[in-house]
């Protein structure tokens, strides 16, 4: 956005702005072309407000940071020309519109965007418990201010950082803000930059000088420096960026060479050196980028050779800018995103090298990150100070930060579930954590170590439930408030009803069934008798003491008689006790009733008239199976 250090647009060529002042489209055109963004909207706003017109009229407001014309022009050129417009329009309208922090809006355009539901303040609320720093900002004393970004370590005292604030520089044609130059100076234990020195000629140019990174010893320098010599591409003349690498001898800064792996075709910048100062990350859009600006590595080898520039891959790269990485002394590498799922604009992730891989990066949070730029982030993690860049005045400033671990990542409950008595472990149970208003919060299955954890808040009352096919669930509160613990270690100890209960008994085919004396039917009929009545009164205790147990009723009858006769009379049988059931105040829904007529017999008597009497008898009955 509005930054002399908005890389991507890279420094243009300004000829003809008196021509294009004159009103010409064609010449504003080549105005908006060259980034002057400003001198660009300016006359957009007397023409004719065509699609083409609107479009960048809208991104000369964004890319500039004039967030709220933005939005109006986004919105006016969506509303007039609608479904004609390039759905890169919906990505900058939404930033747009994130950076004014109406996240509900900007959702709407993101949903369209990637084609499904995106929930801006859900992810926040979720961050606030899962970033594992919070940090404390603040706004570096640097007298003479410009526009001042890119902080970075020089030495152990020292500090360099890139400024616009040599007004005798040209202005820069996209915010008519002077060119950069690079500076360092001395931080005092107050936060105060003092004795601010610009570098040298040999490093400060009539072009761009920005995101200085030295080596452990200070002999050796990286920075960005903008091409004097532009590459026509298209219609358009660019300068694009080079890494360049120079050398402390005798106390002077010399032997200023660009990385053999730069060009005049694409850009590199913002290196980052490693702390054996064997690899260097930086950012590009060297062709095989996946985005606008990629992170990539390069190895520096022991001759002073470089190796071939490595993209990090999708899991850090994204369609549109990764920008600033930054590689800490512990492995964890540091960049600005604006795709990664954030507040709006620029925002800092980390991602740690695990095994030689980096993994997903996680957003820094809102104790550092903004609604609009955030970037250069640097840090010496053993002190846990550090500096970040930030546009959130408008302004490109420097900010010192002290981080602290986030204590809600600590609020916690875990455990496992396992049977009461063998205390084997119950895979596949399910635990549900409820609020104090008994809503459900979160929930899972837990798996073959049947290990759960749910991160919680503090200042909070909880219940976790620990459930299990055929076994009595139980439940145990606790609280996180004030006389309550950070963390929370709960074994679920769960009893089955076949343990817990004499008449539950668990048959061959691993069907838990209550055990109850005969139902008798008379002959025919599919009334509950008396004698039925008392027997089923049995469950009907059962049942109440155990108020989550479901069952299912099932009638069977034997093999004499017509097949289709047998079933209609054992539904008929097994919805009459099911009636009755609920007739002595239990509810239907724990309830299901099935007859199986003659389908299901325990013994061989499959057909009438090979069988004794007591034979039959035995496939004659009700069965009562707990399905929960």
């Known amino acids: 956005m509005k930054t002399n250090r908005y890389i991507l647009a890279s420094l243009l060529l300004v000829s003809g702005i008196a021509l294009a002042q004159k009103g010409n489209l064609k010449h504003v055109n080549k105005l908006f072309e060259m980034r002057a963004y400003n001198q660009a909207a300016e006359i957009y706003e007397t023409k004719e407000r065509t699609q083409e017109v609107l479009q960048n009229l809208a991104d000369c407001y964004y890319y500039n940071t004039h967030l709220q014309n933005a939005i109006k022009t986004y919105r006016e050129l969506f509303v007039t020309y609608g479904d004609s417009i390039d759905i890169e329009?919906?990505?900058?309208?939404?930033?747009?519109?994130?950076?004014?922090?109406?996240?509900?809006?900007?959702?709407?355009?993101?949903?369209?965007?990637?084609?499904?539901?995106?929930?801006?303040?859900?992810?926040?609320e979720a961050l606030e418990k899962t970033t594992p720093h919070t940090f404390k900002l603040k706004?570096?004393?640097?007298?003479?201010?410009?526009?001042?970004?890119?902080?970075?370590?020089?030495?152990?005292?020292?500090v360099a950082f890139a400024s616009s604030r040599n007004t005798e520089n040209p202005s820069y044609s996209w915010n008519d803000l002077p060119y950069l130059d690079l500076y360092y100076a001395t931080m005092n234990t107050n936060a105060v930059m003092e004795n601010i020195t610009p570098f040298s000629d040999a490093i400060n140019t009539d072009s761009h000088e920005s995101n200085a990174v030295f080596s452990k010893d200070g002999k050796t320098m990286y920075f960005n420096r903008t091409n004097t010599t532009r590459k026509r591409t298209d219609e358009d003349r660019?300068?694009?960026?080079?890494?360049?690498?120079?050398?402390?001898?005798?106390?002077?800064?010399?032997?200023?060479?660009?990385?053999?792996f730069t060009s005049n075709s694409y850009s590199t910048e913002h290196p980052s050196l490693s702390k054996d100062g064997k690899t260097l990350y930086f950012a590009s859009?060297?062709?095989?980028?996946?985005?606008?600006?990629?992170?990539?590595?390069?190895?520096?080898?022991?001759?002073?050779?470089?190796?071939?520039?490595?993209?990090?891959?999708?899991?850090?790269?994204?369609?549109?800018?990764?920008?600033?990485?930054?590689?800490?002394?512990?492995?964890?590498?540091?960049?600005?995103?604006?795709?990664?799922?954030?507040?709006?604009g620029l925002?800092?992730?980390?991602?740690?090298?695990?095994?030689?891989?980096?993994?997903?990066?996680?957003?820094?949070?809102?104790?550092?990150?903004?609604?609009?730029?955030?970037f250069a982030y640097v840090i010496r993690e053993k002190d846990d100070k550090g500096f970040v860049s930030s546009n959130r005045t408008g302004y490109d400033r420097?900010?010192?930060?002290?981080?602290?671990?986030?204590?809600?990542?600590?609020?916690?409950?875990?455990?496992?579930?396992?049977?009461?008595?063998?205390?084997?472990?119950?895979?596949?149970?399910?635990?549900?954590?409820?609020?104090?208003?008994?809503?459900?919060?979160?929930?899972?299955?837990?798996?073959?170590?049947?290990?759960?954890?749910?991160?919680?808040?503090?200042?909070?009352?909880?219940?976790v439930r620990g459930t299990r096919k055929s076994y009595i669930p139980q439940d145990v509160e606790f609280s996180t408030d004030s006389q309550g613990k950070i963390q929370h270690n709960i074994y679920l100890s769960l009893e089955s009803f076949a343990d817990a209960e004499e008449r539950v008994k668990e048959n061959e085919k691993g069907d838990v069934q209550v055990e109850l004396d005969k139902i008798f039917f008379d002959f025919d009929k599919s009334e509950i008798r008396d004698d039925a009545a008392v027997t089923l009164?049995?469950?009907?205790?059962?049942?109440?003491?155990?108020?989550?147990?479901?069952?299912?009723?099932?009638?069977?009858?034997?093999?004499?008689?017509?097949?289709?006769?047998?079933?209609?009379?054992?539904?008929?049988?097994?919805?009459?006790?099911?009636?009755?059931?609920?007739?002595q105040g239990i509810e239907r829904n724990r309830l299901k009733s099935i007859g199986y007529g003659e389908m299901q017999p325990l013994n061989d008597c499959v057909k009438e008239g090979i069988c004794k009497e007591e034979e039959y008898d035995i496939n004659r009955r009700c069965e009562f199976t707990i399905l929960n």
């Open 537 to 583: 009164n049995v469950l009907v205790d059962l049942m109440k003491k155990y108020p989550t147990m479901e069952v299912e009723v099932s009638a069977h009858t034997d093999a004499r008689g017509k097949d289709q006769y047998n079933l209609e009379l054992s539904k008929r049988r097994a919805a009459s006790t099911l009636e009755y059931l609920v007739s």
């Open 398 to 463: 420097i900010y010192g930060f002290a981080r602290e671990e986030n204590i809600l990542t600590k609020y916690q409950v875990e455990g496992i579930v396992q049977d009461k008595n063998s205390k084997a472990l119950l895979a596949g149970s399910l635990v549900t954590l409820f609020n104090e208003s008994g809503n459900v919060i979160q929930d899972s299955i837990v798996g073959d170590d049947a290990y759960y954890l749910f991160k919680i808040e503090p200042n909070k009352k909880y219940k």
């Open 89 to 124: 329009f919906h990505f900058r309208y939404a930033q747009a519109l994130k950076g004014v922090k109406d996240y509900k809006e900007a959702d709407k355009q993101l949903s369209r965007y990637y084609n499904k539901p995106i929930n801006t303040n859900a992810f926040i």
């Open 285 to 344: 859009d060297m062709p095989g980028t996946l985005g606008s600006f990629d992170i990539y590595k390069v190895a520096i080898n022991d001759d002073g050779t470089y190796g071939e520039p490595e993209n990090l891959g999708a899991t850090i790269n994204t369609k549109h800018r990764e920008q600033f990485p930054f590689i800490s002394d512990y492995n964890v590498l540091y960049f600005s995103s604006e795709e990664h799922e954030g507040f709006g």
């Open 238 to 260: 660019i300068a694009h960026i080079k890494i360049y690498k120079a050398e402390l001898l005798d106390g002077n800064w010399t032997n200023v060479t660009a990385l053999p």
């Open 347 to 374: 925002d800092v992730f980390r991602s740690n090298l695990v095994n030689g891989i980096f993994d997903k990066p996680v957003n820094l949070g809102s104790t550092i990150n903004s609604n609009v730029d955030d």
């Open 139 to 158: 706004e570096i004393d640097n007298p003479n201010v410009g526009s001042d970004f890119g902080l970075s370590f020089y030495g152990d005292d020292k």
